[in-house]
């Protein structure tokens, strides 16, 4: 196998101790690093799935990975790429038959529920392709076994490294502008990177969306790896411009938000963005399509050799076949669509439909992950459309249920304290837009859209929200959850919605303000919508003070404390409620109070910052400055109304 470059899977399935002696006979009669990868301890080298991206770099020569009591598909994938030409990767699963209705507790992970479920599309689509790829060895309890030899192939020539060199030279030219490299995974696209870095005579910066993913750049740049997280080097970059750095080095670039990346590459003289375009890391073709079409000088360069075993690796291939690497193939017919609801169950009916409808998703959407396949066959409340004409995918709808918590319940959520699993925007209008009812509520969350590139701007995605709302029996509302630019707004309104809820800080996932809207279904839906819109416009008076963006919100003049306002503040007073979704009511508070108040109208009217309030007030830090906003809240609500307020107290009390 090494002389062929090539990797090869064997799968062992039985009883949990059979299956750990057959490993260790195998792990006995081949020499190797064997690493395992399991949640439980075993002997020699060991790593627990949620660990592995700590070893991403390293190379091993043979592993076993432990999927008897739950399938991280992540993990697998990475762990496959750090094998060397000649491994095994051996494969531990649960009995055959016994295996698809048996507890996944990777589920926990991905199902909002308390309890391990079992998994039987996502096992059922791995049983098929492992059967069908004579390549794979099946090594089952009870049944013989028969090791099939691999058919003739050329002795391997290794070419990744002239390849990479050939790159390396022309980027070491390379004059001022954006250099772009993309790669599948275990192509040395990240090594390339640091290469550069170490041999550049001038210095390198490096961004990346997390520092544990650049490892093997910091191995191969050594000395010269100055890694900085995106928003931090854009926050310092934006108050001065580095004067003596040569090239910024983004590695996964495609998993930065786009309106970060903008403003980065314009504070450096070159830059370089490595995009894995397959894999666990995430989807790049989108990237390519998307951002890099803003980009009209950039200079693009692509590694397609791997590193470490030869093309058409069979453990690369049934990976890639288990877990959806490929990308989507582009829909070419023309015509009026089919719009066809579809569920988890129907993997098992329509495979090919529902395969395709997941690499559009994972195509238009950078940071999708096997752990959203996981999602999409197997978690509780999905639901899809698909618009399609003679099979081919030209647009995809996910669908969430949120929802349906007790009275009880959604009130502890409102009150700050219990934030149960699931539920994005149900929770989230509880707990930070005050609207304990949203979670109370039967509803459908929009978790993702997409369009094929050759169909957009043709009212499709609009279509696929009217075709959506034939599904919606028993719903009070559908919901959705963006990062809020004016176009994308423009498309929600268009298709009925209204803007409920925008935060007042950029998320790191987007670079956009947080926005939530509702379409209402039923007349209790309409009554909550008209409240979350009201309520909007009222705190926007507070909440444009701390957002640098025109948002379509107009303002409410009616800024008088209300009875709305009362039950804000007693959460916030009484309970748990976060400042951040009180800030508005407790603005109105001071000013209807008398109170000297210098913890909330220091950070409220005089805008100090955290520390500047503590030091003045002499508090250790924020969790007592927060203490302080919540007496003070208390005490002005007191002397305003001490009948109204302990009444609300005591409320407040009953819910925690």
């Given amino acids: 196998m090494q002389q062929k470059g090539v990797r090869r899977l064997l799968v062992i399935s039985g009883e949990t101790d059979w299956c ?34 700590t070893l991403l770099g390293q190379e091993f020569r043979h592993a076993v990975f432990d999927a008897r009591a739950g399938f991280y598909a992540e993990a697998f994938a990475a762990l496959a790429g750090t094998l060397v030409a000649g491994s095994w990767l051996v494969l531990l699963v649960p009995e055959w038959q016994s295996w698809p209705d048996q507890p996944d507790n990777d589920s926990l992970r991905w199902n909002d529920a308390a309890e391990a479920i079992a998994t039987p599309q996502f096992v059922h689509h791995l049983q098929q392709q492992l059967l069908s790829d004579p390549r794979v060895a099946l090594l089952r309890q009870h049944n013989a076994f028969t090791l099939s030899p691999l058919p003739a192939l050329p002795d391997w020539q290794p070419d990744a490294e002239r390849q990479q060199q050939h790159i390396l030279r022309s980027l070491l030219d390379a004059p001022p502008g954006v250099s772009v490299l993309t790669a599948p995974r275990g192509r040395g696209k990240s090594a390339l990177a640091g290469m550069l870095a170490h041999r550049w005579p001038g210095k390198c910066w490096v961004t990346a969306p997390a520092k544990v993913s650049t490892a093997v750049l910091a191995h191969f740049a050594g000395a010269a790896f100055h890694f900085f997280s995106p928003d931090a080097l854009l926050a310092s970059c934006e108050q001065q411009l580095p004067a003596d750095v040569d090239w910024l080095l983004i590695d996964e670039a495609a998993a930065i938000p786009a309106p970060l990346l903008q403003r980065l590459i314009r504070c450096f003289p070159r830059v370089l963005l490595t995009t894995t375009v397959q894999g666990y890391e995430g989807t790049g073709r989108g990237f390519l399509l998307k951002f890099c079409a803003s980009l009209p000088d950039a200079r693009f360069w692509t590694l397609d050799a791997p590193l470490r075993w030869a093309q058409h690796d069979p453990l690369e291939n049934i990976i890639d076949a288990c877990l959806l690497f490929d990308e989507a193939t582009e829909c070419k017919v023309a015509g009026e669509p089919v719009f066809q609801p579809l569920e988890p169950a129907d993997w098992q009916t329509q495979p090919q439909l529902l395969t395709a409808l997941y690499q559009l998703l994972a195509s238009a959407h950078y940071r999708t992950s096997p752990l959203d396949l996981r999602r999409m066959m197997d978690a509780q409340g999905m639901h899809f459309l698909a618009a399609h004409y003679q099979q081919q995918i030209s647009g995809a709808l996910w669908l969430v249920d949120e929802g349906g918590l007790s009275a009880e319940l959604a009130a502890a959520v409102w009150a700050g304290k219990r934030r149960p699993r699931g ?15 949203a979670a109370q509520l039967r509803s459908r969350r929009i978790s993702r859209i997409a369009i094929a590139p050759q169909h957009r701007r043709r009212g499709l995605g609009r279509q696929l929200i009217k075709q959506s709302l034939a599904n919606t029996r028993g719903l009070d509302f559908l919901s959705v959850s963006f990062g809020y630019t004016a176009e994308l707004w423009q498309f929600w309104q268009a298709c009925g919605f209204q803007l409920v809820r925008i935060g007042s800080q950029r998320e790191a996932s987007s670079g956009c303000y947080a926005a939530m809207a509702l379409l209402p279904l039923s007349p209790a839906g309409a009554a909550l919508t008209a409240r979350a819109v009201k309520r909007l416009a009222r705190d926007y008076h ?3 003070q701390h957002i640098d963006q025109s948002v379509a919100i107009e303002i409410d003049p009616q800024q008088s404390f209300n009875a709305d306002d009362w039950q804000e503040v007693a959460g916030f007073a009484f309970a748990f409620r976060p400042f951040e979704a009180s800030g508005a009511a407790l603005e109105r508070l001071l000013s209807l109070s008398t109170l000297a108040l210098p913890a909330l109208r220091g950070t409220l009217t005089q805008r100090l910052t955290d520390a500047e309030l503590c030091q003045k007030l002499a508090l250790p830090g924020r969790k ?10 208390g005490e002005a609500l007191l002397t305003i109304d001490p009948a109204c307020a302990e009444a609300w107290r005591k409320r407040v009390i009953l819910l925690q």
């Fill in 624 to 633: 007592s400055l927060i203490q302080r906003w919540r007496q003070e809240a």
């Fill in 20 to 53: 750990q002696q057959q490993a260790e006979q195998w792990m006995q009669s081949l020499a190797g690093d064997w690493l395992w990868v399991s949640e439980t301890s075993q002997p020699g080298l060991c790593c627990a799935p949620g660990k592995l991206r």
């Fill in 542 to 544: 507070w909440l444009r």
């Fill in 423 to 437: 539920n994005l925007v149900a929770q989230s209008l509880a707990a930070h837009a005050g609207l304990d009812e």
